[in-house]
């Protein structure tokens, strides 16, 4: 009785030990901190964008075209950010752009990751003509430019909110699939991947339950790092005019609208920013989380 007593306790020692460990790996890489704090304020800005806008996004206001912020000019200025050329609230106007950024990110990066980490798998663990004709397919989409690749079928089919995300999510699949099939052409060969099989459990038992859950974690990073890409993408069709309905406010159409007064108004060049600052925070989350679940990286950062 009193052994058993003495390994539970042991077992709890050893998992408050390891957690206490996860836990200061986590604050003392001091750049992913950073980049924590630039995705959650980008989050908090989209989400509660509606509510936090000072102003309607559309109002124009014809009387105060490119007025300088409030702070930069205490007679003239109009507004936290200024205005644009039509006297719009800049502010209020990448609030509520970063909504649409969000909601195409994170759509587009989860329609890429499960489409991605299924083909990567069944690739990956079945091999011979699937993994032949997958691949193929996923080294042809790889040879022609994404982007332009991306411009031809919106043009082709037309823009809108929904046939952005879904485009680019089936366009992102490439890189999770293989992802996923690196590791579990290593995986599949370890021991209790061969017991399992030895013990009559069936292939798909075998890959969701025993591969999958130790191939998803370069996913999870690769999803983080892609999350800047896919920003970068929807601003650039938004800013070609490829995007959803010009009356919606976008980071890439604010950009597009303004290009001619950005050395009139240099206020003008904060979604631009914010562009910046959000792909520079994904990709500092990015490498967070590599360090956290890459156990042959723990230890490095300081």
Known sequence: MSASVGIQDAVSQ?????GKSIWRRIWLHRIGIVGIIIMTAFVIAAVFGGWLAPKDPVAIDLKNPLAKPIWADTENGVGFLGTDNLGRDVLSRMLVGSQLSLIVAFSAVSIGMVSGVFLGLLTGFKGGKIDDVIMRIADTQTAIPFLVLLIAV????GGGLLNMIVFIGIGSWVGF???????VLSIRERDYVHAARALGVGDLRIMLRHIMPNAIQPAIVGASLAFGGVILTEAALSFLGLGVN??????GKMIADSRDYITLAWHLNFPAVAIMLVVLGANLLGDWLRDILDPRLRGRRG
């Open 14 to 18: 050893s998992r408050a030990t390891r």
């Open 154 to 157: 919106i043009a082709f089919l």
């Open 177 to 183: 699939a293989r992802l996923i099939r690196g590791e």
């Open 246 to 251: 010009t009356l919606v406010p976008t980071w």
